[in-house]
């Protein structure tokens, strides 16, 4: 499949079957987000993989009640860590960072649909929820979390 193909497939999914995302298919999808540029190469951002199903319906009801997220079989938590980047370009670093976890993000969302995977993006949400459910370290800010599962 093209490129182009992979992104006119890709959608967002908010229904999912309840069959678990294999291990295979999660380090690559981990993989392809860690293949994501990221300003001077500082990776200034974390990813949480959450399976727990009470953390989920935690980071559900952080994510303003959206079922998608309690119902996927993993929900990866993309956070910025600033600190990471402001060493090295200052107030700057930290628009960077933000920017580091969004890239990495999209690219985790298309791996999901080249495996046939779904998955939707979810920007709204409560970051001190989001940041206790998914027991994020201090000095993360979580910028994205993408639910994804079999379709």
Not at 1 to 12: D, Q, V
Not at 53 to 72: F, I, N, P, W
Not at 85 to 93: L, P, V, W
Not at 109 to 116: G, I, R, V
Request: hydrophobic residues 45%; proline residues 4%; contains cysteine.
């Amino acid at each position: 499949m093209s490129f182009f193909e992979l992104i006119k497939k890709r959608h967002s999914t908010r229904s999912f079957q309840k069959k678990p995302v294999d291990k295979v298919s999660l380090d690559k999808i981990l993989t392809a987000a860690e293949s994501a540029p990221s300003a001077g190469n500082l990776n200034a951002y974390e990813i949480t993989v959450v399976k727990d199903e009470g953390q989920k319906k935690s980071l559900s009801e952080a994510a303003l009640g959206q079922t998608s997220v309690a119902l996927a079989s993993i929900v990866l938590v993309f956070s910025a860590v600033a600190g990471k980047s402001t060493c090295k370009y200052a107030k700057r670093g930290e628009l960077y960072s933000i920017q580091d976890a969004t890239i990495a993000c999209s690219y985790a969302q298309l791996a999901a649909a080249d495996l046939n995977l779904g998955s939707v993006w979810v920007g709204a949400f409560n970051e001190a929820e989001v940041s206790v459910a998914a027991k994020l370290k201090p000095g993360s800010r979580p910028i994205a979390l993408l639910p994804i599962g079999h379709p």
